[in-house]
């Protein structure tokens, strides 16, 4: 019988930056910085500030907390990284392991790569393989439908981009995911639907854990003999399959079949909000032409169906929130998803006559595509209709690097001037 795991590890120690592909090096500029922006815009949070001051007041590290620049310990800097970097909901994502493995990975691999002197290509390389780790463990399993992929498999992410920083070999690669594999979080899907904003430090947990679980093991800690598949085979999973760890390995690249957003709120929103930009651009249409709206979907978006949500979180799970706001402000950037956008009597009362069904022919087409259709019924019984297999910003439709460019300074200009926003974006591109 296989051992994937060990077979993994084998490639994890002996995989070198000159191993990497061309095109899955220039990905992985993209991702640093993409993940670098949304980390940098999220600290501008209310809450996320308030968190800062809290962990960085008397501490004392060589890891910085992105944004405000505070020096905290390692496991912190990832913490308060990760918590941020979730916050917008502008961080990049897997379609195929349904989950956003950069955010895990990258706060701390920063967080440990600065604490130990290391950058350029080693941390590039640190984050492709933790990249690789947690989006195959996200692909292997069927995470049970009441959890939240948040704070999961992207431990083991994390942990593996440090111990490659580290200079692990093969049977420290081992121990490591072993023990970082118990160290995720038992999540909540309703966290994400009802607005509970604890969800949005599940990534940040991670990280902190990454950290941890690496120190464990140099400290002589140790776990059971194949913690994924205990783990993924029984606790948190429904289904494990442990040859998604080794299924073309070293030819097919996870971190090159990302996606990245623009649209700021839950990816699931997206393909309607594609369609929907699309029916405007053809038909410009006045709000108050409006009779309904009727979005057909797959399963996974069709959960977001909460006409009146709470907080900036649950608007952000929301699709006719997403729908109504995005037709009244013309646009689904940052504003759309405020406490004001919430309290605008005109955008409640347009996502009131939006209504989300699942189509089981469309999420029969998950995870290759996320689709969507939009039709938008007026008073005068027009109807204007519309309809998308992929999301902008993935693999299939990708982004011009001019649009990601923009949205990095979007961003980081919400906590940097612009001057310092450039030399990150330089560095990021060039690691």
């Known amino acids: 019988m296989t051992d994937h795991l060990e077979e993994l590890c084998r490639f994890l120690s002996r995989t070198t930056f000159e191993d990497l592909p061309d095109e899955v090096v220039q990905r992985g500029h993209q991702v640093t910085a993409d993940t670098i922006a949304a980390i940098v815009g999220g600290s501008a949070e209310p809450e996320v500030l308030a968190l800062t001051k809290s962990l960085a007041t008397g501490s004392v590290g060589m890891s910085t907390v992105l944004g405000p620049g505070q020096k905290v310990q390692t496991a912190t800097a990832a913490f308060l990284n990760g918590t941020a970097g979730t916050f917008l909901e502008m961080d990049e994502g897997n379609q195929f392991c349904q989950g956003h493995p950069a955010i895990h990975v990258l706060p701390a691999a920063l967080a440990f790569a600065e604490s130990h002197r290391l950058a350029g290509e080693q941390l590039l390389l640190a984050l492709t393989l933790g990249y690789e780790v947690a989006a195959r463990i996200g692909i292997g399993a069927t995470i049970r439908k009441s959890m939240h992929p948040h704070g999961t498999w992207g431990t083991v992410g994390g942990a593996v981009a440090v111990a490659k920083l580290a200079g692990a070999c093969s049977s420290e690669f081992r121990e490591t995911i072993n023990v970082a594999s118990t160290l995720g979080l038992g999540t909540s899907r309703q966290t994400m639907l009802q607005g509970g904003t604890v969800r949005n430090s599940f990534a940040g947990v991670s990280g902190q854990m990454s950290v941890m679980a690496w120190d464990m093991v140099k400290a002589g800690f140790n776990g059971e003999h194949d913690g994924l598949a205990t783990i993924w085979g029984s606790v948190l999973s429904e289904h494990w399959d442990p040859a998604a760890l080794t299924d073309d390995l070293g030819t097919r690249w996870e971190i090159a079949r990302n996606y990245f957003k623009r649209h700021s709120c839950c990816r699931y929103n997206h393909g309607a909000l594609d369609v929907l930009t ?24 069709a959960q977001l169906n909460d006409r009146s949500p709470r907080n900036t979180l649950a608007a952000k799970f929301s699709v006719p929130f997403a729908v109504a706001s995005t037709l009244v402000n013309g646009n689904s950037g940052l504003a759309s998803f405020t406490w004001e956008a919430i309290g ?50 993935d693999s299939e439709d990708p982004y011009t690097q001019e649009v990601l460019t923009e949205k990095f300074f979007e961003l980081t200009t919400r906590v940097w001037p612009y001057d310092q926003a450039e030399k990150v974006f330089a560095a990021a591109m060039k690691v």
């Open 278 to 301: 699309k029916i405007c651009a053809d038909t410009p249409v006045a709000i108050s032409e409006i009779d309904k709206i009727r979005v057909e979907t797959y399963s996974l978006a």
């Open 344 to 393: 605008r009597e005109e955008i409640m009362a347009l996502a009131s006559k939006v209504e989300v069904v699942e189509d089981q022919a469309l999420t029969e087409m998950v995870p290759d595509y996320r689709p969507a259709r939009v039709r938008i019924t007026l008073k005068d019984g027009r109807v204007l209709e519309g309809f998308t297999r992929t999301n902008r910003g």
